[in-house]
Every structure is written in C-alpha cells, then in structure tokens.
C-alpha cells in the first residue's frame, strides 16, 4: 500500500460518520501522490500527509438565542482552523441546517489549497453553524450571530484567523458579527471579511466569486481555443455566487439560459434577466418560481435538471455534490465543452472523472471559486492599511490573482505531465507551497 493510500486509509477510519471529508481527502491525496511519490521518504519521516489532513485546531461550542416569541433556541457553533503554515487562518462561515464538523472539515481543509493557490498570505479555516437564518427576522437574526460571536471571538483575530461569509451568512450576518466582535473586544480590526463598505469592507468582495469563476474559466478555455463569446452557458443556484457568475458571463459575450434554488430551477432561452433576479433574490428574498411568474420569456421547473439543457458551458454554483454522475452523462450528451466549478465540491468524485474521461474541460472549484477568498484577503490588505480601493483596482487585482492560479495549475500539469488533468494540478501546485512552508517551521 502506498503512504497516499495508508494516510487515506487511516484517516478515514480515525474520522467516522463525515464522507464529504473522505471526499476531498481522497481527491485531493490521490491527486498529489505524483510529487509525494518523489519525497516518499521524507515525507513519511515527518509524517506530512497526517499532519496536513488533522485539523490544528477544532472548536465546537453551544449557541442560546431567543427567538421572537420568547423561546430560547439553542444550535452548534464549530470553527476548524485547519492550516496556518502559510498565514493566519482564512475562511467562511456557513449558516445552514445541514452544517456539521464532517462538512465544517470537508471545507476548510479545500481551503488550506484554495487559499494556497491565490498566493496570498492566508492559511486555511472554516466554520458555521447547523442555524437556518431563512425565515427568520432580522433581529432573530442579529439575536444568533451575537450569541455565536459571543464564543467566536476568543478564537479568532486580524493575525489570528478572520472569517468570512458562506451559504447564509451574507452582508447582514457578516455586520451583526463584527458589531458584536467590537463590542466585546473593544477592537476596530480587520478580523471579519464581507463587511458593510462603511465599515471596512471591500468594493467588489460582493462580485468576486462570481467574476473570479468567470476570470478562472475564461483562461481555461482560452488556453484550449476558445472564449466565453457567444456561448451558451447553464448555471446553477441563485445565491451570491451565481448571480454575478450570470453577470459577468453575459459580459464576456455569452448567453446564460438557466438558475436555480432549493425548490426547482428555470430556463429563461432569451438569457437570464439579472436585474431582475437581484431584485427576486437579493432584495424581496423570494424563489425562482417567482422569477418565472415575472419572465414571460423563462419556463419554471420542480426538482432539479439545469444540466438537461443544451449548452456549451456547466458553471455549477449552488452545493456540493449536486452534480452526480447521472448529471455528468447529461452534460456529455449535450456535447458541452467545459465545466467550472462556482460552488465548493459541487460535482462528485464519479462524476469528474466520466467528464474528465470524456474530454470535458474542468475547472475544479479550489481554483475556480478562489475568488472570494482572494478579494477578502485584498480586503484584509485595506483595513491593515486603513485605505479602501476603488471597484477597478480590486477587479483588476482578481483578474491577474485569478489569471496566476490558472498559470500555476497549467506549470504544474507541464511539469508532473498531468496533461489537460487541472484538478491534480490544482491541487500539486497548491499542496507544494504548503508542504514546503510546513517542513521549513519544523513539527508543530
């Protein structure tokens, strides 16, 4: 048995009951075991791969609120601050009834190599809560993030670990959040990301995960020949991500035809009205059956099937694993040319491997989605030093961050001969920096 697969082997049987974290373990080992294949040795002496995938540190700790009928309510709060070799911890926080510490680790241990990839100073963390802010009042709301902050800020610090925002923590969250955090701690710091911009957040923080997907995708398919011109594109989810994804890839020239929520998903063939889906989404919070009732142009459909439509471009946005090796075939048979990854782990391990073996580009999310990450470690830059870019300096900044991620996976297939293979390549060229940053601060 190799060290890839024994470190595999172990680490799974030593965390029971969390396949989302098997997932990306094995993904992400089974794909670097070219370069530990050729440190074999020293890497088993410093025992690397089971430092790397047991997390420095995880906090599991009770959240009480009350509610606005005047029960106390109580959920689980986590933070895993999983990698701090490269820099303080970095990573969001994910509201939502599904959140447990096999999801909790599953991310932040994706984001020690997204992270990586951005060639930012920022190490890898992840936290949540099993809370479900939708249908909840503001001030339900603003009630649970204090009581969560109430335990987070011993945990966490501008040079620390400093969160951010996931699936359900938006704008609001995030600023009931950092109020808290300065209230108990007296402090005016950078320790929160996605902040309100008179407060200290980023102009484009809002945009860059979507636009970082579309910078990511568009390098790929420029690398194979191709651009977003005139392209038909499929998109899943109607959140944060998918939104400015639907936005900027109708800027580079194609049409975006579907979108989806948790009940059921459109098609709208004149291409997705995106004023009109911000105002549906972000500002009356409804459902994308509401959407079509307003789009004469747009079909609604139940359940899912965005990838049942012809299309040259999958972007999924919405969760992982939503894109199953049924969804795979569908993709193929349409004749698609590329999937990007918006969402973390969106697509599963059967399914990229029938896409990749299908001559289907793939750009995996640790790249594609790094965006976000990218723009809130920008924003840790402007409140260091107290200054706030214009929308241009950041977007251009992402553009290039974006641009150099593609580079390094394209060096790092050349060089490993992974070929057209980017998630290996993803995930050497992000694991070499942080291998090389781990065995250079000693055993700790």
Partial sequence: MSYVDEVIDKITKENPGEPEFHQTLNEVYKSIEVVVDANEEQYRKDALL????????????????????GQVQVNTGYRVQFNSAIGPYKGGLRFHPSVNIGIIKFLGFEQIFKNSLTGLPIGGGKGGSNFDPKGKSDREVMAFCQSFMNELYRHIGQDQDVPAGDIGVGGREVGYLYGQYKRLTKQYEGVLTGKGLTFGGSLARTEATGYGLLYFAQEMLKANGETFEGKTVTVSGSGNVATYAIEKAQQLGAKVVTASDSTGWVYDPEGIDVALLKDIKEVRRLRMSDYAAERPSAEYHEGKGVWTIEADVALPCATQNEVDIDDAKNIVSNNYLALSEGANMPTTLEATKYLQDNGILFGPAKAANAGGVAVSAL??????????????????????????????????????????????????????????????????
């Fill in 379 to 444: 924003e840790m830059s402007q409140n260091s030093e107290r200054l706030s870019w214009t929308f241009e300096e950041v977007d251009n900044k992402l553009a290039n961050i974006m641009k150099n991620i593609f580079k390094q996976i394209e060096d790092s297939c050349a060089k490993y001969e992974q070929g057209n293979d980017y998630v290996a390549g993803a995930n050497i060229a992000g694991f070499e920096k942080v291998a090389e940053a781990m065995q250079g601060q000693g055993i700790v």
């Fill in 50 to 69: 089971e430092r790397l995938a047991n997390p420095e540190r995880q906090i599991k700790f009770r959240v009480p609120w009350v509610d606005d009928e």
